[in-house]
């Protein structure tokens, strides 16, 4: 699995290079998200999470460039996103359940397609895929009275791959600026993680909500929204 994601980071951070030198519009956004783990396997081929804790919101910041494939209809979209994630949740011990919170920093890029499904006037809906290669900057985890650095410690995996899928509603505000309000799900590629416990396999799954605003890099292809 190294050598893939490798190839996708390759790939990810090529394509982000590209067309963001080739980008129509830039956006910028801020929002809340979740965090949870899915389908944990710890290094004795067991399930010890416990995922009925609720799942707190943090911040999150995203910066993106697009530009056009087909008639604003079918762009692609590269971007670079900051993420908080506060993750509770447990471990089980003799079927008790022990509080264990995470506490999660990720610098990402990605790079993905957006299609808009509706574009009526100042209207579009669009629907949205892409992969990200993310970074962990920072993260602690803390059960008990035990507190433990991620990072330093090496006991989480620092890189991830993850593919992303969602949609987004746009309203266009004057001929150079639109806002936008965007629902993303993402999930983590599943692997055997390359940090001080090789046997251990999740998937890190997140869901988004971001708002912000579009802002027309040149004024080519822009609508007449009125007039004779």
């Known amino acids: ?42 290094n004795l081929g067991a399930n010890t999470l416990d995922l009925n804790y609720k799942k707190p919101k943090d911040f999150l910041l995203e910066i ?4 056009n494939i087909y008639e604003s209809r079918f762009m692609y979209d590269v971007g670079i996103t900051y993420n908080n994630y506060e993750i509770s949740t447990g471990f089980f011990t003799n079927n008790t359940s022990i509080p264990l919170n995470y506490s999660l920093t990720y610098t990402s890029i990605k790079a993905g397609l957006q299609y808009a499904v ?28 035990v507190s433990n650095n991620l990072y330093d410690d090496n006991t989480f995996d620092k890189t991830l791959i993850s593919y992303h899928a969602g949609l987004s509603v746009e309203y266009q505000l ?55």
């Open 174 to 228: 004057s001929e150079n600026i639109a806002t936008y309000i965007r629902y993303n799900t993402s999930n983590s590629f599943r692997e055997e993680y390359q940090d001080s416990n090789p046997e251990e396999k999740y998937t890190l799954s997140t869901n988004a909500l971001s708002t912000g605003v579009i802002i027309k890099l040149n004024s080519r292809g822009i609508k007449c929204y009125g007039g004779f």
């Open 118 to 145: 509706l574009d009526r006037n100042r209207f579009k809906l669009n629907i949205h895929t892409s992969l990200s290669q993310d970074w962990l900057i920072s993260g602690t985890s803390s059960y008990l009275n």
């Open 64 to 67: 993106g460039f697009k530009s």
């Open 1 to 42: 699995m190294l050598k893939y994601k490798t190839t996708y980071s390759l790939l990810i951070v090529s394509t982000v290079f590209i067309y963001t030198l080739n980008a129509q519009e830039i956006y910028i956004g801020v929002g809340a998200e979740n965090a949870y783990f899915k389908n944990y396997i710890n």
